[in-house]
């Protein structure tokens, strides 16, 4: 009790105490799944936002930012209970996360009515944006992606398709956002179909997409999943090519698939093997935080979104609000991340170059088409 | 002649249901034969996992030496289950405790907060990331049987779960440690009573059932090439079900439940789609509930 107290009148001093704080600390709110199934990506975020955070504090700054993590497990009601609590907290001035698009959605109702705004490194479901004018991503959305890859399917004279995806709100969006670019450009979409997440045993859905005889099966999947499909998909001796979407790229994928990997292709926005002084300085960094592995894309995504939140915190000085906060965001204009420029448009997405990768040799590879 | 596509989903179901049966198999011994509840085979089964993930990391040893030392951490674990979670509820021996249904099934949440605690552990000291084996210790090579295309492991896990079924059911049924293992079960005061070392009998239940458990985990593990914190919760509860299918105490119930499990399960993704196939497994879960309350293998004791 006497804790809560405590608790309680530590917070009333924060709130009065916020415009003279605001000076030298602007505190940021950060959700994300630090244990649970996807424990494992917002562990990666948190390393990532630490990386970009070091580096602000040790840039001499005149104020410091510091970033409250909440572990969300992934879960929507967890989501929003750590919304409810950043919003309450008056010295936020922005949040960082969610991981998925479900949990990140269902959290966005909270920042909605508080006003407080929102960048999801991942969250790429079309209608996230859309909620209210507090929310931001800095992700390619499916609606952009899969027409991208469907007519890269098409250059390769792919007609005739399969779709799976995992059931998932952004598993739904992959599905449609590329069949519908399929039907557009004049293909058929042969097979569509849905897989629960964390689906141990894929035979008896390859079988079933075999029998529908595709040019090519494009897929809508993590790393964990893709890893299974794959060697699955080896194993039954299938041999129809493999498309993807920037979810399963990560140089886990590889690492748990082994060779079934191989020729597999995807888009991304993030090139570890980039000579770009920003990319290999990302790059170094993590592998020093990281026994030496390479990042995979979305911890690329998260720092840069952790860069991008922290920037517009520095342009709403002095005193920033949520409201200047946000506004700032919204000017973000050609920010040079590790993830290529980032420009938000009106509709507060982020316009991404995706680049054609293959795996080739046990390796991600850019290709050209 | 029959569409090679139907024979292929048959073998995959079957492959499937081996592999519920060989988790089923420990599970059954503990919760159905013991009669004791227990929610945390799971975690038993991915404790195997680990503990041959990191015996081969460390050491790259024979595969022998990798099924011995899971052996071992499963009856270690197995064990220290039993102590944290099962033997303080025994602690009373007066005939109200004994009889208490309450006191039994109490276990239900000390063994679930157990798997809790053991599966968190899991995260914090590995991380929730999937890891696989060496390739050389994946037994996943594909081998071409006539018209369908199997894995070794296929036919490895046939051989373990086999060995297991039979194993269990001559010492259940012809050795004393079996016979006192049904008798505790029957009627654990009236097993005292005859002069039973009951605490012992239950804690060799354990330990040989976790045993299983863990041997099921690794050998998953290496089939599908995949080790994580919460691989035991599907398996766990498709394990369940087939208990629970084939009558709670019947070990050959249970495996043909799961095996029946699996074929629907690879028969169904072929009808609707495969996000729903898990419904065949509690649609089967509800439907043995409501019409054969015993189980298809009748066992005789009513409690489901």
Known sequence: MTFRRLALATVAAAAFAAPALAADTVKLGYQLPLTGDTAQYGQDFRKAAEIALDEFNAAGKPFKVEIVFEDSRSDAKEGTNIARKFVDDKAIVGVLGDFTSGVSMASAQVYKEAGLAQLSQTASHPDYTKISKYQFRNIATQAQEGPYNAQWMASKGYKNVAVIAEQTDWGQSVVSGY?????????????????????????????????????????????????????????????????????????????????????????????????????????TEWKKRSADAVP???????????????????????????????????????????????????????????????VKGGAFVPVAE | MIDPYYLQQLAIGLSLGMTYALMAIGFTLIFGVLNVVNFAHGEIYTLGAFAGLVVISATAPPVVAVIFAVLAAGALAGFSLERLAFKPFRRFTDEASLKSRAMRESTLLSSLAVSIVAREALELLFGSQMRSAPAEYLINTPVRVGPVILVTGDFIIFGVAAVMLVGLQYLLTRTRAGLAIRA?????????????????????????????????????????????????????????????????????????????????????????????????????????????????????????
């Open chain 1, 179 to 283: 069949s519908e670019a399929v039907k557009a450009g004049g293909g058929t979409v042969a097979f569509s179909e849905f897989f629960n997440r964390g689906l141990k045993d894929y035979r008896s859905l390859i079988s079933k997409i075999e029998r529908a005889k595709p040019d090519a099966i494009y897929t809508g999947f993590f790393y964990e999943d893709g890893a299974q499909f794959l060697k699955q998909l080896q194993q039954l001796g299938v041999k129809t090519p493999v498309y993807s979407t920037s979810a399963a790229y990560s140089p886990k994928l590889i690492e748990l698939a082994g060779d079934a990997a191989e020729g597999v292709r995807l888009t991304s926005n993030f090139l570890p093997t980039d000579p770009a002084p920003n990319v290999q300085h990302f790059v």
């Open chain 1, 296 to 358: 995979g894309q979305f911890p690329a995504q998260a720092y840069d979104a952790v860069r991008i939140m922290l920037a517009a915190v520095e342009k709403a000085q002095p005193n920033p609000t949520r409201e200047k906060v946000r506004d700032a965001l919204a000017q973000t204009t050609d920010f040079p991340g590790v993830t290529g420029k980032t420009t938000f448009n009106a509709e507060r997405e982020p316009v991404k170059e995706l680049v054609k990768v293959e």
């Open chain 2, 184 to 304: 505790v079960s029957n009627n654990p005061l009236g097993a005292k009573y005859v002069g039973i070392d009951t605490d012992r009998t239950i804690i060799l239940t354990f330990v040989v059932g976790s045993m299983m458990g863990a041997a099921a985990g690794i050998l998953m593990g290496l089939y599908y090439g995949a080790v994580f914190p919460a691989m035991g919760f599907v398996p766990g509860i498709k394990a369940f079900v087939a208990m629970v299918m084939g009558g709670l105490s019947s070990i050959p119930g249970a495996v043909i439940c799961a095996l029946i499990l699996g074929v629907s399960e690879s028969m169904a993704t072929t009808f609707v789609s495969s996000g729903w196939s898990d419904m065949v497994a509690y649609g089967f879960l509800i439907l043995t509930l409501v019409f054969f309350p015993n189980g298809l293998f009748g066992a005789r004791r009513e409690r489901v």
